[in-house]
C-alpha cells in the first residue's frame, strides 16, 4: 500500500508497505530538489508503479533545508537518515538567467554539491545518482558529445559558473570511489521539460518559456515572440521519461562514471521546431515573431575583460551540444522515449490547467 504524507514544509513522504530502518533492507530514498520539475517526475513514476514494497521515498524541497548551508544539510540527513540519495537540488535556469549570475550559479551549487555528497558519506549512504546537465561539455569539441568528454576543454562561456559547479559533482564522485569505495554517480540530461517546471519567462529554459509566452499570446491575442534566431539545436527529454531513468540508475547502474540520458542524435531539434511544437500544442492561430539578432559569445571566460563586449540581450547560446546515447543504448536497448510532440502538448495542457499554481 502507498502512503503519501505532506509535510507543512511542502516536502513529501512516500512509504511503499512497511518501511524498515535497517541499511540492507528496503531503500529509504533521498530526493534532494524534490519539488522541482526532476523531482515531481520522479515522484509521479514511484506512485504510478516504479516504487516497491517497502520503500521510503521522501522529496525534499528548499523549504525543509537550504543545502547551501553545511547546518542544514547535516540537520535534513540526521532526521532523514537515507540509505540512497537522488541529488537533483540546484540553482537552474535558462541561458539568459545563467548569462546575468554566473557567479551565483557557481557558488550556490558548489555549496549544494559539497554538502549533499559530503553527508552522503559521512552518513554511509550506499549509493547517490546526482544530475550533471550537457552544459558541462566543452564549447570547441566535435560531435557527438560522449561521457568521456567533460573534462576536455572549458564550457561555453554564458553558463561556465554553473557547468563548472556541475563537473565537481563528477570531481567529487571519482575522489569518494578511489579514497573509500562508494559508487555515487551522475547522470547527464539534455534540456528537460514537463509538468512542473520553472515556467518564468526571464529565468527560465526555452521550453517552459515558449509554453508561458504561447500561453499569454493565445489568450491576450498577441503575437508568440521567440527570442535568437531559432537555430540553435537541442535534444529535449521529458521530465517523465528521465524520472524513469533516475530510478533505473539507482537500482542497476553501477558505474562511477556518469551516463548520458537523452533522445538519440537523430531526434535534436531546432528552437524554431521547438517553437512548432508548442504552436501546435496550442493550437495557437496568431503571429510568431523571432529576434534573429542573437550574438554567441565569441570569447572563452579569461577573455572576458571589458563587459561591454557582451551582448546580453537575446544570444543564442551554445549553437549546439549534440549528446550520444550510445552507452545508455547499451544499457536499457529498448526503452522508450515519450514522443515529442506528445510530451510538448501534455506540458502545455499542464500548464493551461495548473496556471494558477504553476512556478512563473
Ligand atoms: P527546478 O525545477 O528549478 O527545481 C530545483 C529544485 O532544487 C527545487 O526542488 C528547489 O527547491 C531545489 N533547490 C534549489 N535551491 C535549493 C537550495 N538552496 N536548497 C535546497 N533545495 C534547493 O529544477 P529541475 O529542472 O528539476 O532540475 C533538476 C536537476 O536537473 C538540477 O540538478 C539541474 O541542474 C538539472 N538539469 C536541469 C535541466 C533542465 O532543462 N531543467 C537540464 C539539465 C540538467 P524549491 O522548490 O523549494 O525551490
Ligand atoms: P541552454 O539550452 O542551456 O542554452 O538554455 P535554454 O533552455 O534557455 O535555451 C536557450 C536557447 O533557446 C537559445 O538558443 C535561445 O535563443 C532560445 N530561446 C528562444 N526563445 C526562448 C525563451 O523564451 N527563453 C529561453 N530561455 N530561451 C529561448
Known amino acids: 500500500m502507498l502512503v503519501v504524507t505532506t509535510l ?5 513522504i512516500c512509504t511503499l508497505g512497511t518501511s524498515t530502518e535497517v541499511m540492507d533492507g528496503p531503500m529509504r530514498v533521498l530526493v534532494t530538489g524534490g519539488s522541482g520539475l526532476v523531482g515531481r517526475a520522479i515522484e509521479r513514476v514511484v506512485k ?11 522529496f525534499l524541497s528548499s523549504k525543509e533545508a537550504n543545502l ?16 540512497h540519495v537522488i541529488h537533483l537540488a540546484a540553482m537552474v535556469g535558462g541561458l539568459y538567467r545563467n548569462m546575468r549570475q554566473n557567479l551565483d550559479f557557481w557558488r550556490d551549487n558548489v555549496h549544494i554539491n559539497d554538502n549533499v555528497l559530503h553527508m552522503s558519506q559521512e552518513f554511509g549512504v550506499v549509493k547517490v545518482v546526482s544530475c550533471l546537465s550537457t552544459c558541462v561539455f566543452p564549447d570547441k569539441t566535435t560531435y557527438p558529445i560522449d561521457e568521456t568528454m567533460m573534462h576536455n576543454g572549458a564550457p561555453h562561456v554564458s553558463n561556465y559558473g554553473y557547468a563548472y559547479a556541475k563537473r565537481m559533482i563528477d570531481v567529487h564522485n571519482r575522489a569518494c570511489f578511489q579514497q573509500y569505495g562508494l559508487r555515487y554517480t551522475a547522470i547527464i540530461p539534455t534540456n528537460i521539460f514537463g509538468p512542473h517546471d520553472n515556467f518564468n519567462i526571464e529565468d527560465g529554459h526555452v521550453m517552459p518559456g515558449l509554453v508561458h509566452k504561447t500561453y499569454l499570446a493565445k489568450k491576450e491575442g ?6 535568437g ?13 528521465l524520472a524513469r531513468l533516475f530510478v533505473w540508475a539507482l537500482r542497476e547502474y553501477n558505474e562511477v562514471e556518469p551516463i548520458i540520458a537523452s533522445v538519440g542524435e537523430e531526434e535534436e531539434q531546432s528552437v524554431k521546431d521547438a517553437v512548432d511544437a508548442v504552436v501546435e500544442g496550442f493550437g495557437f492561430k496568431g503571429e510568431v515573431i523571432s529576434f534573429p539578432f542573437g550574438v554567441n559569445y565569441p570569447f572563452h571566460p579569461q577573455t572576458l575583460t571589458n563587459r561591454s563586449q557582451y551582448d546580453t540581450s537575446r544570444s543564442d547560446g551554445q549553437i549546439k551540444k549534440t549528446a550520444s546515447n550510445a552507452k545508455l543504448r547499451k544499457y536499457l536497448p529498448d526503452f522508450k ?6 510530451a510538448v ?14 512556478r512563473k
Open 8 to 12: 507543512s514544509d511542502q516536502s513529501v
Open 48 to 58: 504510478e508503479g516504479e516504487g516497491r514494497e517497502g520503500e521510503e521515498w521522501i
Open 68 to 83: 547551501v548551508s553545511a547546518e542544514e544539510t547535516r540537520a535534513v540527513f540526521q532526521k532523514h537518515r537515507p540509505t
Open 222 to 227: 498577441k503575437p508568440l515572440e521567440v527570442w
Open 229 to 241: 534566431s531559432g537555430r540553435a539545436l537541442r535534444q529535449f527529454i521529458f521530465s517523465v521519461d
Open 337 to 342: 522515449f515519450t514522443p515529442f510532440k506528445e
Open 345 to 358: 502538448k501534455e506540458t502545455c495542457d499542464w500548464l493551461a490547467a495548473n496556471y494558477d499554481i504553476a
